[in-house]
């Protein structure tokens, strides 16, 4: 049971240059996240999705896009990168809001943007 | 609308007891509690949700107090690794059915031998 997958691990790009993050669950989760954590800081909501085909914005959703065309994957679009998008990225899932559901996060994606 | 964490950091010796705060201007329906590690992912260590009791497992346990939109953290007899960043998560709303959390800043434990 791999859980949520996340590539690729590391990725430099370059100003303007663009690149999907991808993101894959296992475990039937309808719900799945997207966050950024920037050096020393807590955790942003980019966008989340309820299922499959359903999509919507976080906290920080400028300069993202998503997609959920099945249960399993979620990937996010960055376009036109820039410094300030420099972070490492987290997706996690979670099958429900429920006693005992929390978050199952996957190991991120360190992007730096020069 | 971001939950405010205190303290920011503590440090400990192995066997004493810590107390990490949460706490949100709205209303909440759950709040999430998570342990990161360096360079790791956060992993989830516990969820309380509105009109639930205080959880706990091993020597780590957390209280909800709904009128006050606050949560607390509780580790006793802390061993070296606890050290971490904890994190709590928040719920905002009377019910909530996307399951979405907005993250406090964190509070960097240290536990010393």
């Known amino acids: 049971n791999a859980g949520v997958t996340q590539t690729p691990k590391f990725r430099i790009l370059k100003i303007g240059q663009s690149m999907t993050l991808q993101c894959a669950q296992d475990?039937?989760?309808?719900?799945m996240y997207w966050y950024r954590q920037d050096p020393g800081m807590g955790l942003k909501l980019i966008y989340y999705?309820?299922?499959?085909?359903?999509?919507d914005k976080g906290e920080v959703p400028n300069g993202y896009n998503v997609s959920r065309s099945t249960t399993e994957d979620f990937p996010l679009r960055l376009e036109l990168a820039a410094p300030s998008q420099t972070s490492v990225y987290f997706c996690?899932?979670?099958?429900?809001?429920?006693?005992?559901?929390?978050?199952?996060f996957g190991s991120g994606t360190r992007l730096t943007v020069v | 609308q971001q939950p405010v964490q205190s303290p920011q950091a503590v440090i400990l010796r192995e066997g004493e007891d810590a107390v990490i705060n949460c706490s949100s201007s709205?209303?909440?329906?759950?709040v999430h509690w998570y342990r990161q590690k360096h360079g790791e992912a956060p992993v989830f260590l516990m969820i309380?949700?509105?009109?639930?009791e205080q959880k706990g497992h091993d020597k780590i346990s957390a209280s909800f107090n709904e009128k006050k939109q606050q949560s607390s953290l509780y580790l006793t007899a802390s061993q070296l690794s606890y050290s971490g960043t904890y994190f709590c998560?928040?719920?905002?709303?009377?019910?909530?059915?996307?399951?979405?959390?907005?993250f406090g800043q964190g509070t960097t434990l240290q536990v010393k031998p």
């Open positions: 996690a899932s979670s099958p429900r809001q429920g006693e005992g559901y929390g978050y199952t």
């Open positions: 475990m039937n989760h309808n719900y």
């Open positions: 999705s309820v299922g499959a085909g359903i999509t």
């Open positions: 709205k209303a909440l329906y759950s």
């Open positions: 309380l949700l509105k009109g639930g």
């Open positions: 998560g928040t719920s905002p709303g009377s019910s909530s059915n996307t399951g979405k959390l907005i």
